[in-house]
């Protein structure tokens, strides 16, 4: 019986080949987006790259074609409810060879939208993935965050990251001003969920490991990594990376968890996080890793929708099987939909 391996090698070839020459999606332009009269007028260049202002936010995402209707929703959204959107800069992470068209993508939907973007080296954490339970989580770019205040220039004092399966509903600039305090990040803690979940029992049955957790301000609490605000020049100081990249290391060698980038940030953070409103991040909205079932929302109230989970809005939504919150995930979405008429 001839073997199957020379089929599935080339099936996976043509999906690459599928993946790097597909065309982009289209999508409409965005309305320009202007400040309100109590906005201070600022510039930023990509050319200032040492000095600090402090009058704009800078936001951090990723930026794939597989997660690009996503982002592009998600910049939409911070627009839309910022009270001066003008003062915003966005600095897009990507590892993909068609940059360009991925620049004038953005672009062409938002004109007046000032942004930077940068190359990952996808071989910084290529020897370093472990497999998850989701092959969406063990792409290179789900790593990005990790390397921010490399990325990103001096200047930037502070980076908001997002994920890129969000839209924000409130002024973004009132998750800017969050005070950190002596903490490096901030995030929204959920100290109601089960900690150990998040290990295998070879990491909680080794007293060198479960040692990481000493010493720390507070008990650690889960927290979600797809909403972060950081103080890159703390991070720098602390060589958060180099920790960071450890774990990574422990990982390959006695597979002490599951969940792709996000353990780490619990091994070298939780118990160190500056707590936040849960308001702003209300995840899980892409149900779990496995099915992505429907989920409702959280009690209390909502300044940022997250569809973390394997359910995405835009594939739920073309698959003419969406759940009751992605209604609220559509108004963002710029998608140019194919006619359903062509010329003949």
Known sequence: ????????????LTVTINLCFAELPSFREAPAFRNGGECPKTTWSSLDKKVHNPSLIHIAMTLDTAYLRGSIAGVFSVLHHATCP???????????????????????????????????????????????????????????????????PAGVRRIIYFDSDLIVVDDVNKLWSI???????????????????????KFW??????????????????FNTGVMVIDLWKWREGKYTEKLENWMRIQKRYRIYELGSLP????????????????????????????????????????LLHWSGKGKPWLRIDSKKPCPLDSLWAPYDLFRHPSLFSDS
């Open 179 to 201: 005070n950190l305090g002596s903490h490096v990040l901030g995030a929204p803690e959920y100290c109601h969920a089960n900690f150990t979940n998040y290990f295998t029992s």
């Open 264 to 303: 780490p940030f619990l091994l070298v953070f939780a118990g160190n996080v500056e707590g936040m409103e849960h308001r702003w991040n209300q995840h899980g909205l892409g149900g779990d890793n496995l099915e992505g079932l429907c989920r409702a929302l959280h009690p209390g109230p909502v300044s």
């Open 86 to 152: 003008e003062n915003i800069v966005f600095h897009f992470i990507t590892t993909h060879r068609r940059g360009a068209e991925l620049t004038r993508a953005i672009t062409s939907t938002f004109p007046y939208l000032n942004f930077h973007l940068y190359h990952f080296d996808s071989n910084l954490v290529k020897g370093k993935i472990s497999s998850s339970i989701r092959r969406a989580l063990d792409q290179p770019l789900n790593y990005a965050r990790m390397y921010l205040a490399d990325l990103l």
């Open 205 to 222: 049955s080794n007293p060198v490991f479960t040692a990481s957790f000493k010493g720390r301000s507070r008990n650690p609490c889960y």
């Open 1 to 12: 019986m001839p073997s199957s391996k020379p089929l599935n090698i080339f099936l996976l």
